[in-house]
């Protein structure tokens, strides 16, 4: 569990850390956690006096005031200015020590996220450049293909709606996604115009379903390439579709900041977007990977329906 420390200087904790901390108690009990470390990040802490001791044992102590309606015990506080090599940190318990840190990088959780091919961002504002929106006039350029092409693409789904085959419209636009995975995949540019296609083939829900299967997927680190390439450049209220996908992509792969960044992303471009107010309701409180897992399966029926084969789920 994450939440950015907010302090206010004074002696008692700001409204976000009561929130955090009543959030975090909530997960150790419904868990049923046997114990718990807190660790404080900040790179205030180089200064002894710009961060108030007070205010820090004071969100210390709120939160194992919480901890007694369940099961938990607050094994140490840890703080740090920073994960670093040989950033120094210490336990605000005292008698937890305190020493260097090793190299993040050379960690057991590091290696296997190398392993799998996924980048290593030290920061939040790293991970919010990643999908930092592009060019003004590059997205003004897709926006108005859009546009143009929006009436065409609602057409066509009217119209295979009353045909003998009403899945095959659902069937090519899929399809459609699915090559353009490929295609990223093998190193290859989206131009404006397939951009704008993509944007309105996740428009039909039906699509942006069997894309929740993707994540689970043998080619789920492609797709989620792709769904950062459409946050980066479809323009609003477009890019909350991809930037969905992109949060259920992180969320069940285990990477919580990453999630929450992406579907902040989504819901600010469309605050009504209902696949991203479902999944940030969840990711906010605390429903582990595993318990949002379980939607990927409406994406593999809702691919079988219209009579595309998915790449087979591979286990996480």
């Known amino acids: 569990m994450r939440h950015d420390l907010v302090l206010g200087g004074g002696d008692e904790p700001t409204e976000s850390m009561y929130a955090a901390v009543g959030q975090f108690a909530s997960v150790c009990e419904r868990d049923r956690a046997a114990g718990v470390i807190l660790v404080l990040v900040d790179d205030r802490f180089t200064d002894p006096f710009a961060v108030s001791r007070v205010e820090l044992a004071a969100i210390v102590e709120e939160f194992e005031d919480l901890l007694d309606f369940a099961p938990t015990t607050l094994l140490d506080v ?143 680190g492609d797709a989620e390439q792709l769904w950062i390439l459409l946050t980066r450049n479809l323009p609003d209220p477009e890019r909350a579709n991809a930037a969905a996908l992109l949060g259920y992509s992180a969320y069940i792969r285990g990477d919580g900041p990453f999630a929450g960044i992406a579907l902040a992303a989504a819901l600010d471009s469309d605050p009504g977007h209902v696949l991203a107010t479902l999944l940030d309701g969840a990711l906010h409180a605390g429903l582990r990977p595993a318990e949002v897992r379980g939607l990927a399966g409406v994406g593999y029926d809702s691919a079988a329906e219209v009579g595309v084969v998915l790449p087979p789920q591979v286990e996480g």
């Open 78 to 220: 840890f703080v740090t200015a920073e994960i670093a090599d040989g950033c120094e940190w210490f336990s605000l318990f005292g008698g937890g020590g305190y020493g260097a840190q090793p190299d993040p990088t050379s960690s057991r959780v590091a290696v296997a996220q190398v392993l799998e091919g996924r980048p290593i961002r030290s920061s939040r504002e790293e991970l919010e450049a990643t999908i930092e929106a592009g060019p003004p006039l590059e997205r003004m350029q897709i926006a108005a293909l859009i546009g143009r092409g929006r009436q065409s693409s609602l057409l066509r789904r009217e119209l295979a709606q009353r045909s003998a085959t009403p899945e095959r419209c659902h069937r090519l636009e899929l399809e459609l996604l699915l090559t353009h995975i490929a295609r990223v995949s093998s190193g290859e540019k989206l131009l404006a115009p397939e951009y704008a296609e993509l944007a309105l083939a996740l428009d039909n829900v039906i699509v942006r379903d069997c894309a929740l299967a993707l994540a689970v997927g043998a080619y789920a």
